[in-house]
């Protein structure tokens, strides 16, 4: 999405959050961007677009719609920690609701947090493109050693 923009002339701003959606009737028609601490007003010609990656740092959101959090238990996520629902809240500001009614209320992705050498974790996304819908398995095998322990951890969220 990124280098369609950049290959149209669209500027991108970042760390330019949405302080709040406009609408006219039951539309939404813009929103007010907080561009360097500064209020900036954008109307859409065709449309808004709330691609904001997720909620998995929304603590209480995950514990209600996630059985293994509500356990005690944990995940590790390819988004941001910092995603703490801010697209679900701007939606719901519109009208907007959340259906957590579901048989699965996200898509899951294995991951393997891998130390980095300042003690960091990287999320790595474990690729299933290649996996058969028949293999009941993704099966990952790394070479550990005392210096070099094994990065992969649990993959699924139970």
Not at 132 to 140: H, N
Request: hydrophobic share 40%.
């Amino acid at each position: 999405m990124a280098a369609a923009a950049i290959a149209r002339g669209i500027p991108l701003w970042l760390s330019s959050p949405i302080v709040e959606l406009h609408q006219a009737g039951r539309r939404t028609v813009g929103a007010v961007i907080d561009k360097e601490g500064k209020p900036v007003e954008v109307t859409a010609r065709l449309g808004v677009v709330l691609a904001r990656g997720g909620f998995p740092g929304n603590d209480d959101l995950t514990r209600r719609l996630y059985a293994h959090r509500r356990a005690g238990k944990n995940h590790a996520t390819l988004p941001p920690c910092g995603n703490a629902s801010d697209g679900l809240r701007l939606a719901q500001s519109v009208g907007g609701r959340l259906r957590d009614a579901v048989h699965q209320p996200a898509a899951w992705t294995p991951v393997s947090l891998v130390p980095q050498p300042d003690g960091a974790l990287y999320r790595f996304r474990i690729s299933t493109s290649a996996v058969s819908p028949a293999t009941s398995a993704l099966i990952g095998v790394v070479v550990a050693s005392p210096t070099s322990p094994n990065p992969i951890t649990s993959m699924s969220p139970s």
